[in-house]
Each structure stands twice: as C-alpha cells, then as structure tokens.
C-alpha cells in the first residue's frame, strides 16, 4: 500500500534519515503490475519504507513508465544524478521540516 504509514522511528531507505513516518513505495508501480483479483495486494510487487519527502520527490521527478522500466531498486533510485542531489540534501534537513519537491 504505497500510502500507509508506519507509525514506527526506523530510517527511510533511500535518505537513511531516521523518521517517525514512512511510506510504502512499490518498485514496480502498481499499474504496471498484473492483478488477477484487485482485493488480494499481495501480488502487487516488492515495496521499500521511504520518508514522504523522497517519495515525493521520486513522483515529482519520474513517470510511472520511467520507475517501472529503469528505477525498479532502491539502489537504482539512489543512483540517478536528480535523485543522489536530491538525497544530499534531504540526509542533512530535520526529519520533521516540511519540504516542497521540485523537478
């Protein structure tokens, strides 16, 4: 469920920024994932626990098309020139500032 919240402290995958909130995002967008019957989410593919301002970011930066076809990995994501600025930035702000994404 990519807008659940885990109401546990534990760091964000992509930042490492320890965080009181994550997200789930799906590495595979769900509407590029085969469902055979919508109720069961477990075929919905892999998820990493994200802050909500890198999963903003990442929204904000790449189409659906673009993270199913090349940004499939957190290590895949971390990588990309956009996202590695972004995710210098990100590590040294306090977990609770509220940020604006940007492309």
């Known amino acids: 469920m990519p807008n ?3 109401e546990r402290e534990s760091a964000c995958e992509l930042c490492d920024r320890p965080c009181p909130q994550l997200t789930a995002h799906h590495l595979t967008p769900k509407q590029h994932t ?3 019957n919508k109720r ?4 919905l593919g892999p998820t990493i ?16 098309k673009e993270l199913a076809a090349d ?25 609770f500032k509220k940020v604006r994404t940007r492309r």
């Open 4 to 6: 659940r919240l885990l």
């Open 34 to 36: 085969k469902r055979k």
């Open 40 to 43: 069961h989410r477990q075929d």
């Open 49 to 64: 626990d994200i802050c909500p301002p890198c999963h903003k970011q990442i929204h904000t930066l790449f189409t659906n």
């Open 71 to 95: 940004l499939h990995s957190a290590d895949l994501l971390k990588s990309h020139p956009a996202m590695e600025k972004f995710l210098n930035w990100i590590a040294k702000q306090d977990p």
